[in-house]
């Protein structure tokens, strides 16, 4: 256990940075960190302890979910990343994009989701395949959540299924993850983090439905968030990277596609860097930021790995209860900290 881990949650919780949190650390499959803390909502009514099992919204952690279905669906020769999408989704305007293009964000288009919440699903995909490219495909890396929806929209069609079908056959079924879901079910209610009150117009608590406007707009299940799960299962995903895709002993996927996965796709000044799904290169990665790759999530949920000390580590926290609080987001600072407290204790050969 790293003790200096707890004083830096102790310290977030007070400050209320989080209202609660499970942090697990992994070295080469061995856990050397795996701790719950705080509550689920301060010490509102219903607030309940955080165990390591409570269920949290992931956000956009979900995007690396969609990006490792689409990565096992390219190896299984189904879908080559370069081809254009609009060849399975001909309903797609834009003709230049591919799969690469949207698992490293340079699509060059420019879409935000959120404001079209409130018209539906129908405007938010209109939106979307409309869209005519802001920028030459794979010339700019801009972050935006229209990327990872379209390429769920690709995973759903090159698997001839729905998208959360996909998911828990390509990534969550051979992982072993039994409690990573989307639209989790009443029964798991009670141990699910909320997220934040909604006043203006879900007129209420959001709790266990995705917090994510436009996700929750399209009845929950999109590529680019409404998994909800724990931190003991979020974890697998990294070690999978880390393990070049070997999991148990069987290869999900190739080792080389596993590399490129970690490889920067761009790098152009000003621009964020990223892989093929994942972030790289990103500040809440602290003294790692050249070295490890990972991904955040709005609600709070960040997960990252160092492949030069075989290390993964998951935070998963619902910081924007009560309410969310503008950039700079605080828990990205926490989750810094945390890297550089487990990289100085390995250092001193604290753990091993």
């Known amino acids: 256990m790293l003790a200096a881990i707890d004083d830096l949650i102790a310290t977030a919780i007070h400050e209320r940075v989080f209202p609660g949190a499970v942090v697990i650390v992994a070295r080469a499959d061995h856990p050397i960190h795996a701790a719950a803390y705080g509550a689920t909502m301060y010490d509102d009514s219903g607030s309940q302890p955080v165990t390591l099992d409570t269920v949290y919204d992931l956000a956009s952690l979900t ?21 254009p999408v609009q060849h399975w989704l001909p309903a797609l305007r834009a003709s230049d994009i591919t799969a690469r293009h949207l698992l490293s964000h340079c699509s060059g288009l420019a879409v935000q989701l959120a404001p079209l919440a409130r018209q539906g699903a129908a ?38 299924g729905s998208l959360d079908a996909a998911i828990e056959e390509l990534v969550c079924a ?76 069987k290869q ?42 990972g991904h955040s999530g709005f609600t709070g949920p960040i997960m990252m790995g160092i492949p030069t000390e075989a290390l993964a580590i ?22 810094a900290s945390i890297v550089d407290t487990t990289l100085h204790a390995i ?3 604290l753990v091993s």
């Open 174 to 249: 051979p992982l072993g993850m039994q409690h990573t879901c989307f639209r989790p079910p009443v029964a798991w209610l009670q141990r699910t983090a909320p997220t934040e009150w909604d006043y203006e117009w879900r007129a209420g608590l959001v709790h266990g439905v995705v917090h994510d406007e436009s996700a929750y707009a399209l009845g929950g299940v999109a590529g680019h968030a409404g998994l909800f799960g724990i931190a003991t299962e979020a974890i697998r995903l990294v070690q999978l990277f880390l393990q070049e895709g070997s999991w148990q002993g």
């Open 123 to 160: 405007a938010i995909r209109q939106a979307v395949y409309n869209a005519i490219p802001k920028h030459p495909a794979g010339q700019v890396t801009e972050y935006a959540n229209l990327n990872t929806l379209l390429l769920g929209d690709l995973v759903a069609t090159v698997y001839d």
């Open 63 to 83: 995007k690396v979910f969609t990006a490792l279905a689409a990565l096992r669906l390219h190896d299984a020769g189904m879908l080559p990343l370069d081809r």
């Open 347 to 349: 250092e001193s050969k």
């Open 314 to 335: 998951v935070a998963l926290c619902n910081r924007t209860y009560p309410r969310r609080t503008p950039p700079p987001y605080r828990h990205h600072q926490v989750f």
């Open 252 to 293: 999900l996927l190739r080792a080389e596609t596993a590399r490129a996965a970690l490889t920067p796709q761009a790098q152009r000044a000003g621009q964020p860097v990223s892989g093929l799904g994942w972030m790289l290169q990103r500040p809440y990665m602290g003294a790692a930021m050249a070295a490890g790759f």
